[in-house]
């Protein structure tokens, strides 16, 4: 729990910091790069945040489950709101920042884990049509096609699934298998 505080500690600082440079340095040379790490940041700190919510949920749901609280909880959500501002903030001002695949995929990650399942489409489509041949390009791939298959679109599904098979890692090669075979 020590350790745990002075992570976030550390990380306020962090952020605190970067949000500075940004405002007081508005034409820095630095100021993608900055966008990028503050929004990492948030992502750590907002990930930090629903896994103790998760933590203090699970606590009480034990509680209500033993009759020791009469409300049941109710369980949290993920919330990446400061991320997904900070990213499209980047998106914004360096559009052809050279790390805008990564940006463009954890954006669309971020989109999906809270339930914003169109936005996480177009997302992961934007990043698929503009950065073919990188390598989340083919994961990206892979989300279109659940997407696309949860829409019941199964031969729209089927080409993004068959695209993740011609990537040069394996990163869910073996789950589109599975879905080509469903």
Not at 51 to 77: C, D, H, N, S, W
Not at 109 to 126: L, N, P, Q, V
């Amino acid at each position: 729990e020590e350790l745990e505080k002075k992570e976030r500690l550390e990380r306020e600082k962090t952020i605190h910091n970067y949000e500075e440079f940004l405002r007081k340095y508005p034409d820095s040379p630095k100021r993608a790069d900055i966008w990028f790490q503050l929004a990492r940041a948030y992502f750590e700190q907002e990930e930090s945040e629903y896994m103790q919510a998760m933590a203090e949920y699970e606590r009480k749901l034990a509680a209500f489950g033993k009759g020791e609280i009469k409300v049941k909880p109710t369980e949290p959500k993920k919330d990446y709101s400061k991320t997904i501002k900070a990213y499209k903030s980047l998106i914004e001002e360096f559009p052809n920042y050279d790390m805008m695949d990564a940006v463009l995929y954890t954006l669309a990650y971020c989109y999906k884990e809270m339930g914003r399942m169109e936005d996480a489409f177009i997302t992961y489509s934007e990043l698929a049509d503009r950065f073919p041949k990188k390598k989340y390009a083919f994961e990206a791939h892979f989300h279109i096609g659940e997407y696309l298959f949860e829409e019941h679109e199964y031969l729209q599904a089927i080409e993004h699934y068959k695209k993740v098979l011609l990537a040069p890692t394996r990163v869910n090669f073996e789950k589109a298998i599975y879905k080509l075979g469903w």
